[in-house]
């Protein structure tokens, strides 16, 4: 059963037992599965309207959507999204970590775009519902996990240049293996200054699509320079290093770590939260400050700098070995550094309930069993 207190009613219309994937074939599409691919039977859509606020709260098999052509989401891009991973525990319940934060950056997200705000509550009920309708889904392979997929938009139909009055609130969930493949070896970063993903003023710091499409051309470059991702440089001098692509970054001197400060350019990222958390109870210092490209590189040839490492929702914690620039490259590292070694099981051991839960991260979306 679904662990929540429940805000608004609520309509489950789940698929029957004859009509659900039979066991064999969901084994087979978990066995490696591709990021964003193997998403599962059902979702959860909530609808607000001005006149009506937040109403029918439905678990709905998962299927294709009917929109308008008008519709002002797809026109003038009110879309915003979170992205959050729920664990199997060791007595087989499910729980998300730290839903309630993601929830609150939804909120901030959703204001930054003039959109109706989702509670806390809500959002937590829609997670425990999906879990609940599918639980069967939420791996126990040690490299897994569910990943979650809330998102709001403008279902308002007209072409009116303004912040719609009805919107619509969907919840997916998916099986995903680490975002760069378990045990994957240092990702290398491109750095170039053709593209900005963001300026003072903007919305950088929310989660919406818009971010993301503006980010494709540069994450294309990156590719074409033999890179999986991009650094992002501030919009004005294009030398302040400022987050990667979907994810924050941080600078390992020795046991001191160093991550570019939130400046309303960059995504508070929740992982990121989590390492500025858990490096003191690691023997690890913490700074906030600005770093520009040209100090990582001579950081880096110095010996002083003795990591890099990328955090996310989908890539957890993931070191860096070489950002390659439109003048040359530098070289980071050649395996995973310790630190973001140590970072990273300390995240896992309490995402997947084997240490106690000193923060009170782990939200319980279904009760113990299978």
């Avoid at 607000?48 to 678990?59: F, L």
């Avoid at 809500?122 to 889904?137: S, V």
């Avoid at 939420?138 to 996990?145: F, T, W």
């Avoid at 975002?179 to 003023?201: D, I, L, M, Q, Y």
Wanted: overall charge neutral; some cysteine.
């Amino acid at each position: 059963m679904a662990v929540a207190s429940k805000t608004i009613p609520w309509t489950r219309k789940l698929l029957p037992a004859s009509h659900r994937i039979p066991d064999a074939e969901l084994a087979a599409r978990t066995t490696l599965p591709v990021f964003g691919e193997v998403l599962t039977e059902h979702m959860v859509s909530v609808r607000w309207s001005a006149t009506r606020g937040w109403h029918d709260a439905e678990v709905v098999p998962y299927a294709p959507l009917t929109m308008d052509p008008a519709m002002v989401g797809l026109h003038y891009g009110q879309i915003v999204f979170e992205g959050l991973k729920a664990y199997r525990q060791p007595d087989g319940s499910i729980a998300a970590f730290r839903a309630a934060d993601h929830a609150r950056r939804l909120q901030r997200s959703a204001a930054r775009l003039a959109m109706p705000e989702p509670p806390v509550e809500l959002f937590l009920d829609a997670l425990a519902e999906l879990a609940a309708a599918d639980r069967r889904w939420a791996p126990s392979v040690e490299s897994q996990s569910l990943y979650l997929r809330p998102i709001l938009y403008a279902t308002e139909t007209t072409l009116a240049l303004r912040p719609a009055t009805e919107y619509r609130f969907l919840a997916l969930a998916m099986v995903t293996e680490a975002f760069f493949g378990e045990g994957a070896p240092p990702v290398s970063v491109w750095a170039g200054t053709r593209w900005v993903r963001a300026a003072t003023g903007g919305t950088g710091e929310a989660k919406c699509a818009g971010n993301y499409a503006a980010g494709l051309a540069a994450q294309v470059e990156a590719g074409a320079h033999g890179c999986r991702q991009v650094v992002w440089l501030d919009a004005a001098e294009h030398r302040w290093v400022e987050e990667m692509g979907g994810m924050n970054i941080f600078f390992v001197y020795g046991d001191r770590l160093v991550t570019p400060p939130l400046s309303g350019t960059i995504l508070p990222g929740v992982t990121r939260a989590s390492v500025l958390a858990l490096a003191p109870e690691l023997g690890l210092t913490v700074e906030e400050r600005q770093v520009t490209l040209a100090q990582w590189q001579a950081d880096c040839r110095s010996g002083a700098m003795t990591e890099a490492f990328a955090c996310g929702t989908a890539a957890l914690i993931t070191s860096i070995g070489r950002v390659v620039t439109e003048s040359g490259e530098i070289p980071v590292g050649e395996t995973s550094g310790p630190v973001a070694n140590r970072l990273g099981v300390a995240l896992a051991d309490i995402q997947r309930g084997r240490v106690p839960d000193r923060h009170g991260w782990r939200h319980q979306l279904t009760g113990p069993g299978r």
